[in-house]
């Protein structure tokens, strides 16, 4: 491999590839491109339905499943690892979210707390348990990088995204706060990116993603960042250059973020009162 490679040596471990669908397995691929060696993990439910098997041959990968909401499964993750790569790792990627109540329709004001309580568990506390299961076995390596996925509902109100808009600003805040720890501890730096809707599979089950997708896209200046986007984006946060990035939420959304009307929304809402409607 070319030695200008952002990635060339680098090791690391990639939670929550599904199928090409993912932003995870999108990510796996770019850091494969550029010369990293990592393992790969999801559910054990989730490895049944998806294609993971696929993604590790093509990658020279090994699949370790684990339940992220289990203590003892991540450390088997870390420990199964930190054995197939030889030593501790450089990255962590966190890709993981689900919410039944999305799933089963509820709306937030009649949400089911059990489903709440898990959808906090598998999409924000699993992100806490990772960080405390790689802090407590030291495996990262100084100026490692840990990055999960978010989006811009954990600071706005966006019709339909129900609790897992809560999870995604706990799981921002368990960035800032556990960050500050393995950062000053161990160099270790911890963001999130907060990424347009993205056509995943979990993604598509959120009630009016086709409508949202077609209004963000029209909202961002440089439209909606795609999944392939999103992975060069993460994989300059796994280099070396930006060692100094940490407690980050980062916005990868074409300007979504800091919009409040566009031309082409507004010609689009203006259309609706046309023929006195």
Known sequence: MATDLLLKGKTGIIFGALNEKSIAWQIAEKAYEQGARFSLSNAPVALRFGEINEL??????????????????????????????????????????MS????????YNESNYNYFQKALDVSALSFHKLLQT????????????????????????????????????????????????????????????????????????VKGFGSLLDFTERMSPL??????DCADYCVTLFSDLTRKVTMQNLFHDGGFSSMGMSLKAMTQYDKSFENGK
């Open 134 to 205: 790689a802090y407590k076995m030291d495996a990262i390596n100084e100026w490692g990088s840990v990055v999960a996925l978010s989006y811009v509902a954990a600071q706005r109100t966006l019709y339909g995204y129900n609790d897992m808009a809560d999870a995604k600003a706990l799981l921002e805040s368990i960035a800032r706060s556990f960050g500050y720890i393995y950062g000053r501890e161990k160099k270790v730096r911890v963001n999130t990116i907060s990424q347009s809707p993205t056509p995943t599979t979990a993604g598509s089950g």
């Open 56 to 97: 590790a041959e093509k990658c020279n990968s090994k699949v370790i499943p684990a339940d992220a909401t289990s203590m003892e499964d991540l450390q088997k993750v870390f420990a199964d690892s930190m054995e197939f790569l030889g030593g501790k790792v450089d990255f962590v990627l966190h890709s993981i979210g």
């Open 100 to 107: 039944l109540n999305v799933r089963k329709g509820n709306v």
């Open 223 to 228: 439209g909606n960042a795609t999944a392939e």
